[in-house]
């Protein structure tokens, strides 16, 4: 039947157009005859012939890779070329595919004749080809790299006009760089920055310990540098100010007013028994405060009854008064050692002579024991004896007492009745002693009592 141009028309008005999805797939309705020809398949809204379409070939939607053409519906490469993945290549000159699919070329490299070589100027290295003339990587050899920011002239490493090596690369240049400034290995303060080769701070700041700091507010550097304010001070101005009535003092801020180790003064540290009160050392009673110490006017050998009012040698202080030494006895108006002295030996103040000339625990003896010493007649232990402390005649202060042969500084030990004496025995007396042949407690210097 021939179609007319209006039957044709109307096909078309009626979307019958493109609306085949098989070859020759018959009448259409009303007797229309399908688009296609009988060589052509609807592929999407199309006809397409698969024995030679690119993006149909073979079937619908399978199109050829780049320069492939599809002949009898099969994509092929044109004569010279060779399908590698979904690509016509050259194998005899595709960097990429050198003689064979995927046979790459190292960087720099040309494919010449299915062969991978390395174009002149360049140097074959173990990875690629370079022009070691000119490449700051590969300069005058393989791997030799220039470092950063340099380049490589005449196969020569060098820096640019503006920059300098310092061992690490070309810097920024030395009249900008913070870590070569003016000279390598100048490197500014922290906050500094390197203006024309000359670090510099912001304004108003200076350098302390490798940083700018503001010694205007730093209160770790108030004023200068290293002057560091107290815990809980401000700088203001450059000075430290304590909070309130507060004074700084040393490293801390206190008040003059009731701290016992700054009384009134800095560095003014009050007995560690007594306290401070209204800037004043002060004591607990029965003691006395005489500046910062407080004294035992009942037991202290140095102040006996009264400040000032020392004991003899041979003396001690009890209830104000200053007695023989406990152990010693008042004969004749000096404090005598009966059980050694061989003039005044034992209870009956006997003078040994005669076949027993020395004096021992109070007896009259031919010899001393072993384990006591002779001192012109008398028994003792130098160990222990303070009228001969180490060796005959050495006698002890007032206010010593012998330790192992050497005379050791004691004091009272102030409101303390019995070791130890944790409070009142400090500084260089802080061992806890009993007072020989008493009760009472004393401090002694050193790490042993008598």
């Known amino acids: 039947m021939k179609t007319t141009p209006l039957f044709l028309a109307g096909v078309l008005a009626l979307g019958w157009v493109g609306g085949c999805s098989s070859p020759n797939d018959g009448l259409l309705p009303d007797g229309a005859v399908a688009p296609c020809s009988a060589t052509e398949v609807m592929c999407g809204s199309g006809c397409a012939v698969l024995a030679t379409d690119d993006m149909n070939c073979g079937r619908c939607d399978r199109a050829c890779g780049n320069g492939q053409s599809c002949t009898d519906g099969v994509c092929a490469c044109a004569a010279g070329l060779v399908t590698c993945g979904m690509d016509c290549v050259d194998v005899s000159s ?5 003689g064979g699919c995927g046979d790459n070329c190292d960087p720099g490299e040309l494919c010449i004749s299915g062969s991978c070589a390395c174009p002149a100027p360049g140097v074959t290295c173990p990875n690629g080809c370079f022009d070691t003339s000119s490449d700051p990587q590969h300069c005058g050899s393989c791997d030799n790299d220039c470092g950063p920011g340099a380049i490589c002239p005449s196969g020569t490493c060098d820096c640019p006009p503006d920059r300098t090596d310092c061992g690490g690369g070309c810097t920024t240049g030395l009249d900008a760089d913070p870590l070569n400034c ?5 490197t500014c303060a922290t906050g500094a920055t390197c203006e024309t080769g000359v670090c510099t701070c912001p304004a108003g ?25 107290p815990a809980r001070a401000t700088c203001t101005s450059g000075v430290c100010a304590c909070p309130g009535s507060e004074v700084a003092c040393g490293n801390s801020c206190v008040n003059l007013a009731n701290n016992p180790e700054h009384c009134g003064g800095c560095g003014n540290d009050c007995d560690p028994v007594g306290g401070c009160t209204s800037g004043v050392c002060s004591c607990p009673a029965p003691l006395v405060a005489s ?48 059980s050694s002295d061989p003039n005044h030996c034992g209870v009956g103040d006997v003078t040994c002579g005669g076949g027993t000339p020395r004096c021992s625990a109070g007896v009259c003896v031919v010899n001393c024991p072993n384990n006591l010493d002779e001192c012109n007649d008398a028994c003792v232990d130098t160990d222990t004896d303070p009228l001969n402390c180490g060796g005959c005649g050495d006698s002890c202060d007032n206010d010593e007492l012998c330790v192992g042969g050497n005379c050791r500084q004691f004091q009272p030990a102030l409101a303390c009745n019995a070791c130890p004496c944790p409070v009142t025995c400090v500084g260089d007396a802080d061992q806890c002693c009993t007072y020989p042949n008493t009760n009472e407690a004393v401090c002694v210097e050193g790490n042993s009592c008598p």
């Open 94 to 98: 595709d960097v990429d595919h050198c």
């Open 205 to 229: 700041q200076i350098v302390c310990d490798g940083a700018c700091v503001d010694v205007s507010s730093d209160e770790a550097n108030c004023g200068a540098c290293g002057d560091s304010c």
């Open 182 to 186: 003016g000279t390598c290995a100048n």
């Open 291 to 338: 500046g910062r110490n407080c004294l035992d006017l009942s037991a202290d050998v140095d102040n006996c009854g009264q400040t000032g009012n020392q004991c003899n040698a041979d003396q001690y202080c009890v209830a104000g008064d200053c007695v023989c030494r406990p152990g010693l006895t008042l004969l004749g108006g000096n404090c005598v050692d009966t």
